[in-house]
């Protein structure tokens, strides 16, 4: 084949698997006649905040957020129970008023809970061995 340099360059072969099947690129496993064959889906959630809360929602917790450059307050701690949890947002709601509250995920620092958390580490059957401590 020609090249811009008016030299001449070799047609590369295309490489082939050990086992004579072409490389995947998809991640999915691929037949001699070309097939795709499809992986089952992990069931499992992605470790994303916004599912930590949806596997906990009805729990009480202290949410801790940061609002830059407000001349009122720049940090602001609320207490409720977590009613929803999406992408962007959460909602909670005061025990005592029932009043509710969405707080945008932009905003969001930490929260605590004095109650133990559902989670489970994606890809993990069951909770993950915890760590001993050493002291």
Do not use: C
């Amino acid at each position: 084949m020609p090249n811009q340099m008016g030299g001449t360059q070799a047609a590369m072969p295309m490489q082939m698997g050990g086992t004579g099947t072409p490389p995947s690129l998809s991640g999915n496993q691929m037949t001699q006649g070309g097939a795709v064959v499809v992986s089952p889906t992990p069931t499992y959630e992605q470790s994303y905040i916004e599912n930590i809360f949806r596997m906990n929602l009805g729990k009480l917790g202290t949410f801790y957020m940061t609002y830059e450059n407000n001349s009122q307050w720049n940090a602001k701690i609320f207490q409720g129970i977590l009613e929803a949890a999406g992408r962007d947002h959460i909602i909670i709601s005061d025990p005592k008023t029932g009043q509710r509250i969405v707080m945008l995920m932009v905003n969001f620092d930490y929260a605590t809970f004095d109650q133990p958390l559902n989670y489970t580490y994606p890809g993990v059957i069951g909770n993950p061995p915890t760590a001993t401590r050493r002291g």
